[in-house]
């Protein structure tokens, strides 16, 4: 489902316009995207919660060639599925 699937199922459920549905997918985009880049978590309880994470620096090997190469320490974004994701996941 892309962006523009998003927004349509989301307006045929609520009844709301896709132009406010839209703008309203984007605010909550933005919104957790602000969060989660202070370093913050976005906890919704029955779906899930995103948070950061630290991904170390460690050594790689540049396919190609075969030469050893560094990969940098970087921020990686999490999200954790809540119970009642998974149960709807699994069928339960």
Do not use: C, H, W, Y
């Not at 989301?10 to 406010?20: E, F, N, P, R």
């Not at 309203?24 to 994470?53: C, H, M, N, R």
């Amino acid at each position: 489902m892309n962006k523009q699937e998003l927004i349509d199922a989301v307006a045929g459920t609520t009844g709301q316009g896709k132009g406010v549905t839209g703008e309203t997918i984007d605010a909550f985009i933005e919104v957790v995207t602000k969060a989660i880049s202070d370093g913050g978590t976005v906890q919704l309880i029955g779906f899930g919660s995103f948070s950061t994470g630290n991904r170390a620096a460690r050594v790689g090997r540049n396919p190609a060639t075969g030469a050893e190469i560094q990969i940098a320490a970087a921020k990686t974004v999490k999200f954790t599925a809540g119970k009642g994701f998974k149960d709807r996941v699994n069928g339960k």
